[in-house]
C-alpha cells in the first residue's frame, strides 16, 4: 500500500487523538510535505493541496478563535470537507466540540502535541521524507566502522556474516545482516536499516542465529546507518585484474545514487576485518581531502622529474 499510515506517524510521535473514532490505519500520509492552513481558514482554496498533513499553530489558533460560531461552523464546513489525512494542534492547543464534530462527520482525523510549531514541523518532515522515500531491498551486511557506514555484498556463504562479526568483536557496530532495507532521503544520502523480524541477529553456517545485541551489548548494534561505501566480496581468480592503487574511484548505483565501491578478492589468509577496517578508514580521509594513491603518484613524479634534472 502506498504511503505511511497515519496511526504509524502517530504511534512514533506521541500524538494525542482528538477522535478516536476514526481508524488512524485507514488513513495514509502520501507526501511529505506540511501545510499551515492560514489562508485556507481565510477562505482562499486556490492552489490548496489537501493530500498534506495540516498543522494548527498559534497563529490559525488565534485566528480561529475572533471568529464568531456561525463565521467558525462555515470555516469547518468548508476546510473539512475536504479528504485531509489528518489535522494536528500544535502547542497543547485543543480544537472546540464544533471542530471535533464536523470532523468526525468527515472522517478527518484530529490529532495534537505538545511541541512547538515550527520544532514540530521539522520533525514530521523529517521522519515522513524517511517514511515516504523510495526503498529497495538488498542481500548484504550493513556495520557501522568508525562512523562509516560499510555495505558488506557478495554471493551467499562467502564470509559477509563472518566479517560483520569480526568487526563487532573489534568494537563496531552493526546495523542489519542478510537483508538490508535502503531508502533514498535525497540524491546524496542513503539510509539503510534492518527489517524488524531480523534486527540484530546474525547468521553463522555451521552455528546457527545469534543475538548480537544479547551477546555483546547494545553498544554494538545501531537501528540506521547512512551508506558511504560497498564493499563487494568475490571469489579470488587469479586472471583478474584488481585494482592496487585506487587513483580511480569505481561506483556502484543504488536507488540512482552513486556509491564507493571496492572489490575485494577472497582467499584464505586475509583477514577481512581489518581490510574493512582499513577501507572505511581510507574513505573517511579520502573526504577530508587527502588520498593516499595520489599522493604516491605525486612523490613518483616528483622523483622522476628530480632525476631527469640531475642527468
Same mark, same amino acid.
Given at each position: 500500500?502506498?504511503? #505511511?499510515?497515519?496511526?504509524? /506517524?502517530?504511534? *512514533?510521535?506521541?500524538? *494525542?487523538?482528538?477522535?478516536?473514532? =476514526?481508524?488512524? *490505519?485507514? *488513513?495514509?500520509?502520501?507526501?511529505?510535505? #506540511?501545510?499551515?492552513?492560514?489562508?485556507?481558514?481565510?477562505?482562499y482554496f486556490e492552489y490548496f493541496d489537501p493530500s498534506r498533513v495540516e498543522i494548527i499553530g498559534m497563529v490559525e489558533?488565534?485566528?480561529?478563535?475572533?471568529?464568531?460560531?456561525?463565521?467558525?461552523?462555515? /470555516?469547518?464546513?468548508?476546510?473539512?470537507?475536504?479528504?485531509?489525512? %489528518?489535522?494536528?494542534?500544535?502547542?497543547?492547543f485543543e480544537p472546540d466540540a464544533m471542530f471535533l464534530e464536523t470532523a468526525r462527520k468527515n472522517g478527518v482525523p484530529v490529532l495534537g502535541t505538545e511541541q512547538a510549531t515550527s520544532e514540530f514541523m521539522a520533525e514530521i518532515i523529517n521522519i515522513l521524507t524517511e517514511e515516504l522515500a523510495p526503498c529497495v531491498t538488498i542481500h548484504g551486511v550493513l556495520v557501522d566502522v568508525y562512523g562509516e &557506514?560499510?555495505? =558488506?555484498?557478495?554471493?551467499?556463504?562467502? &564470509?559477509?556474516? +563472518?566479517?560483520?562479526?569480526?568487526? #563487532?568483536k573489534r568494537g563496531h557496530r552493526l546495523v542489519t545482516d542478510d537483508v538490508v532495507e535502503i531508502r533514498k532521503i535525497n540524491d546524496s544520502t542513503l539510509i539503510g536499516t534492518s527489517p524488524d523480524i531480523t534486527r540484530y541477529f546474525i547468521e553463522l553456517r555451521g552455528i546457527g542465529i545469534i543475538d548480537v545485541k544479547t551477546l555483546f551489548g #547494545? +553498544? %554494538?548494534?545501531?537501528?540506521?546507518?547512512?551508506?558511504?561505501?560497498? =564493499?563487494?566480496?568475490?571469489?579470488?581468480?587469479?586472471?583478474?585484474?584488481?585494482?592496487r592503487l585506487g587513483l580511480e574511484e569505481e561506483y556502484t548505483e543504488i536507488l540512482g545514487n552513486q556509491v564507493v565501491c571496492h572489490s575485494l578478492p577472497i582467499r584464505p589468509g586475509r583477514n577481512l576485518a581489518v581490510i574493512c577496517e582499513a577501507a572505511a578508514v581510507n574513505h573517511r580521509q579520502k573526504k577530508m581531502g587527502y588520498n593516499a594513491a595520489q599522493e604516491l603518484y605525486r612523490r613518483v613524479q616528483a622523483n622522476l622529474t628530480k632525476s631527469s634534472e640531475e642527468e
Open positions: 500500500m502506498d504511503g #505511511v499510515s497515519v496511526a504509524k /506517524i502517530a504511534k *512514533k510521535m506521541e500524538l *494525542k487523538n482528538f477522535t478516536e473514532e =476514526i481508524d488512524l *490505519k485507514d *488513513k495514509r500520509i502520501l507526501l511529505s510535505d #506540511v501545510n499551515r492552513p492560514a489562508l485556507q481558514l481565510s477562505g489558533y488565534a485566528y480561529l478563535q475572533k471568529k464568531t460560531e456561525e463565521e467558525r461552523q462555515k /470555516i469547518y464546513d468548508e476546510f473539512l470537507s475536504y479528504d485531509i489525512p %489528518c489535522i494536528i494542534f500544535c502547542r497543547e &557506514g560499510l555495505l =558488506i555484498m557478495g554471493e551467499s556463504g562467502i &564470509g559477509k556474516s +563472518e566479517a560483520a562479526l569480526e568487526l #563487532v #547494545v +553498544e %554494538c548494534v545501531k537501528e540506521k546507518q547512512n551508506i558511504d561505501l560497498v =564493499i563487494k566480496l568475490e571469489d579470488w581468480k587469479k586472471e583478474n585484474d584488481y585494482d
